[in-house]
């Protein structure tokens, strides 16, 4: 499992998908609320003058030297929901997150939220 404390270092890498293609580059960490444990990352993406996050989960991502290895398609990646860069992101929107991906969305007992930023 990936610390949480470990992959903020990270922070400005390169994240890539499985053939090794980049997607863009590593902002900020999600931890599973009930957990505490990283579940997802934003990377940041676009052109310079438009640039957006988009999510994307952790689940068998590799650290490597200089980059993060996720295993989702960059095609697919690049579809994700996404934010702005100086956005945060909405409660609503996080279940649209788990559900392009095909994972279960599962909030707390209370309807809390299931990610927080680290």
């Not at 009930?34 to 068998?60: C, H, I, N, W, Y």
């Not at 996720?70 to 100086?86: E, M, N």
Request: hydrophobic content about 40%; cysteine-free.
């Amino acid at each position: 499992m990936i610390q949480a404390a470990d992959i903020r270092e990270w922070r400005d890498h390169d994240v890539v998908d499985e053939k090794q293609r980049k997607i863009g580059v590593l902002e900020a960490v999600y931890v599973d609320t009930t957990t505490d444990e990283p579940a997802v990352v934003t990377v940041r993406t676009g052109l310079l003058s438009r640039q957006r996050l988009v999510f994307v989960p952790l689940d068998k991502a590799v650290l490597g030297p200089g980059y993060l290895k996720v295993s989702y398609a960059k095609g697919l990646v690049r579809k994700a929901p996404s934010i702005g860069t100086d956005d945060v992101l909405p409660a609503g929107q996080e279940e649209a997150i788990f559900q392009h991906y095909g994972m279960t969305y599962q909030p707390g007992a209370n309807g809390e939220r299931q990610l927080a930023r680290r």
